[in-house]
């Protein structure tokens, strides 16, 4: 027991693993507000990625370390090691994910909330003007029904 005295003080074991707001090396003089967006979309998109490859590929290896044979002591050691390490690199792997959805939450909360109300603004502009549309539309088909025009009724009594 040569770990020291215990307490109750928390002991910080690790930084996350995940690099938050990275930029490119664009300026961002020459982007307009799209490429901007997009540049960081797709940077969060290759985070991603390369969270979710890693998972996969040491899913792939597990399964394929897992092979039943004939092993002697010192295989069946190499692979439990084998086995470790690609399990630890996942979980690392897995909690950079966390991370990751962690800081897309906070961007989400924390986003400019004028451009989504000027979004919503305009898109309830423009399905008002539809409504507008679609009434008169209505509005004209249900009077030609209810009273068809004078013209018609006129030629037929003659």
Same mark, same amino acid.
């Given at each position: 027991?040569?770990d ?10 690790a ?16 982007q ?12 969060w998109n ?15 290896d ?6 039943i ?12 090691y084998q ?11 897995a ?5 990751i ?6 961007l ?13 603004? /305009?898109? /309830? ?5 539809e409504?507008?549309?679609? @009434? @008169?539309?209505v ?7 209810l ?12």
């Amino acid at each position: 027991m040569s770990d020291g005295p215990q307490t109750d003080v928390s002991r910080p074991s690790a930084l996350p693993t995940a690099k938050l707001l990275q930029r490119s090396t664009i300026p961002l003089v020459d982007q307009n507000s799209n490429e901007y967006l997009d540049a960081i979309e797709e940077e969060w998109n290759k985070k991603v990625d390369v969270e979710i490859d890693t998972l996969v590929e040491g899913m792939v290896d597990l399964v394929g370390i897992a092979s039943i044979s004939d092993k002697d002591k010192f295989r069946i050691a190499q692979e439990s090691y084998q086995a470790e390490c690609r399990a630890e690199s996942m979980i690392r792997a897995a909690h950079s994910l966390l991370s990751i959805i962690h800081s897309m939450k906070l961007l989400l909360l924390l986003s400019d909330e004028s451009q989504i109300a000027n979004r919503r603004d /305009m898109e /309830m502009r423009h399905v008002q003007t539809e409504k507008e549309d679609l @009434q @008169q539309r209505v509005s004209a088909l249900l009077n030609d029904l209810l009273h068809p025009p004078k013209s018609d009724t006129s030629m037929d009594t003659s």
